[in-house]
C-alpha cells in the first residue's frame, strides 16, 4: 500500500506565502512524475504544477512565477512554495505521483490540504 500525505495549508492574508508538503509512504520503487492540483469551491480540479523525474517542471498560466514545485527523492517527497497569493487561489490543494510499487506504475492522491488566502 502507497500513501501520500500533505501538509502546510493554512489561512493567510494575500501577498503572503506557504509552503506545501506532501510525503509518499509505503511500498514504493521507484516515483515518476509527481504534481499538484487544487479544485476550488464549485470548480473542477485544475493542474497547478509538475514536475518529472528528471526535475522538468511546469506550471498552470494562473501561478506562474509565483509557485515553485520541487522534490526530494531521498524522502519520496514533493513541494509546493507559494508566493505572493491572492484570493483566486483559495481551494483545496492536492499532490499526486506516479508510483512503480513493483507491479506497475499507479496513479496515488493525497487526502488534500486546504489553503485559504484572505484579501
Known amino acids: 500500500q502507497v500513501q501520500l500525505v500533505e501538509s502546510g495549508g493554512g489561512l493567510v492574508q494575500a501577498g503572503g506565502s506557504l509552503r506545501l508538503s506532501c510525503a509518499a509512504s509505503?511500498?514504493?520503487?521507484?516515483?515518476?512524475?509527481m504534481a499538484w492540483y487544487r479544485q476550488a469551491p464549485g470548480k473542477q480540479r485544475e493542474l497547478v504544477a509538475t514536475i518529472s523525474s528528471g526535475g522538468i517542471t511546469n506550471y498552470a498560466d494562473s501561478v506562474k512565477g509565483r509557485f515553485t514545485i520541487s522534490r526530494d527523492d531521498a524522502k519520496n517527497a514533493v513541494f509546493l512554495q507559494l508566493n505572493s497569493l491572492k484570493p483566486e487561489d483559495t481551494a483545496v490543494y492536492y499532490c499526486?505521483?506516479?508510483?512503480?510499487?513493483?507491479?506497475?506504475?499507479?496513479?496515488?492522491w493525497g487526502q488534500g490540504t486546504q489553503v485559504t488566502v484572505s484579501s
Open positions: 499526486n505521483a506516479e508510483i512503480y510499487s513493483g507491479l506497475e506504475y499507479s496513479s496515488y
Open positions: 509505503g511500498r514504493i520503487f521507484k516515483i515518476n512524475g
